[in-house]
């Protein structure tokens, strides 16, 4: 009989025992594959989520700080930029374009960005990829408002919608915007971005909704009222950050030091793609925390099946012998048990990828929707395929030391001499 079938055989014999060391190496598996796929895909997330821009803009903070509330809208700004400032680098000739962001505002969990058609127009993502729209069309107008596909697919929106925004950035607000509602004019196509949980108006909405019933005795805003904007971030003359895309690449550096030091009030100036990576430093202590926790699960995992089969070594003597009396070799033996170290390595890889694409099935649409990293269940990539590989040589070596003790047994068996 050929061995791998006498393996199977043998396994069979002990199913349960089998069974459960399979299911302890499945379980390290889809512990590291998770990891694994949870760091590609939220490393994929960060580096695909803006480009196209040289610079992004906004106050005086550290750059990390600064791409995390602008762009991944994740934490509060200190301060706002006056809409004065704004003008004043945007006329800059240097410029290609400017697209302005103006947070502060919520609906019903997710982000409100004040922004202008140059948004739709210019803003990439991923490999360079435009918005592109589901249904609908860009804003007209101060009463209309365009949603990411998430928040279209979680809420049901559809075109035409009326809502209200509502001030602060806490999920739950209680200063709604009750006397400025507006209508869906646009759905964005998914992009797996910040973008598609976010809801976008336009700058003169944003005003609209947090200036004063109008009064007899009100004019219009002071220069006051444009300087106070530096200090408070969600006052209506005030914007958050702004991208800026230059004419000339080789300008970018001069232009960051420029806005850095420029004297109208405290700007901060970051190229995007040089934050992303530091952010992604930051992030990598503990990812690559996580995955020397995800292999010593799968170390654990190797050494159970290995003490499971030395446990048993001194049960299976007898089996032993009677491979010995029917003819089989030491190599033999040890050929057959090394082959059931692998049947047991193969199933519990395996099993591990169908628990995982299980898993990600069940938890995905929770994981994408309050952390933003989309996981989307299939079969194994590279990176997959040398970790997988790496785990069943982990458990070939494993499995040598109840082997070679086998082939040890089974030859002073077959040199004793019985009288």
């Known amino acids: 009989m050929p061995i791998h079938l006498l393996a199977l055989k043998s396994l069979w014999s002990r199913r349960y025992v089998a069974g459960l060391t399979m299911l302890s190496i499945a379980l390290s598996v889809t512990l590291l594959l998770g990891v694994q796929r949870l760091r590609s895909e939220a490393h994929d997330g960060f580096t695909r989520t803006i480009s196209g821009a040289d610079l992004l803009v906004g106050p005086r903070t550290g750059p990390i700080n600064l791409l995390l509330y602008a762009i991944f809208h994740i934490g509060d700004p200190d301060r706002g930029i006056s809409r004065a400032t704004y003008d004043i680098i945007a006329a800059k000739r240097s410029i290609a374009w400017t697209i302005p962001l103006s947070l502060g505002d919520t609906h019903r969990g997710f982000t409100v960005i004040g922004t202008d058609e140059n948004y739709f127009r210019h803003y990439r993502y991923g490999g360079s990829e435009p918005l592109g729209f589901a249904r609908g069309n860009a804003f007209a107008g101060s009463d209309d408002v365009v949603i990411g596909s998430e928040v279209a697919g979680h809420l049901g929106y559809t075109l035409g919608q009326r809502i209200v925004l509502s001030h602060g950035l806490a999920a739950v607000s209680f200063a709604d915007h009750a ?187 929770r994981l994408a929707d309050r952390y933003g990293v989309i996981v989307r269940p299939g079969l194994p990539d590279a990176q997959d395929v040398a970790l997988l590989l790496l785990v069943l040589a982990a458990a070939g070596v494993g499995g040598l030391l109840p082997a070679i003790k086998a082939y040890r047994a089974t030859l002073a068996d077959g040199l004793t001499v019985r009288v």
């Open 179 to 365: 006397s400025h509602p507006l209508h869906v004019v646009g759905i964005l196509r998914a992009t797996g971005t910040p973008i598609d949980r976010t809801v976008h108006v336009t700058l003169d909405a944003i005003s609209a909704m947090h200036l004063p019933p109008p009064s007899p005795f009100a004019g219009v805003a002071s220069s006051d009222d444009q300087t106070r904007a530096r200090a408070d971030p969600y006052s209506p003359y005030a914007l958050t950050a702004f991208l800026v895309r230059l004419k000339s690449p080789q300008m970018i550096f001069t232009a960051q030091r420029a806005i850095n030091g420029y004297r109208g009030e405290p700007l901060t100036a970051v190229i995007p793609a040089v934050a992303l990576q530091q952010l992604w430093e930051v992030v990598g202590v503990a990812e690559k925390a996580l995955l020397v926790v995800s292999a010593l699960a799968v170390a654990t995992g190797v050494l159970g099946m290995a003490v499971a089969m030395l446990a048993g070594m001194n049960e299976r003597r007898r089996e032993m012998a009677i491979l010995r009396a029917v003819g089989a070799r030491p190599g033999q033996i040890f050929a057959l048990l090394m082959s059931e170290v692998t049947v047991l390595a193969l199933g519990g890889l395996g099993l591990g990828m169908v628990l995982l694409n299980l898993l990600i099935l069940a938890f995905g649409s």
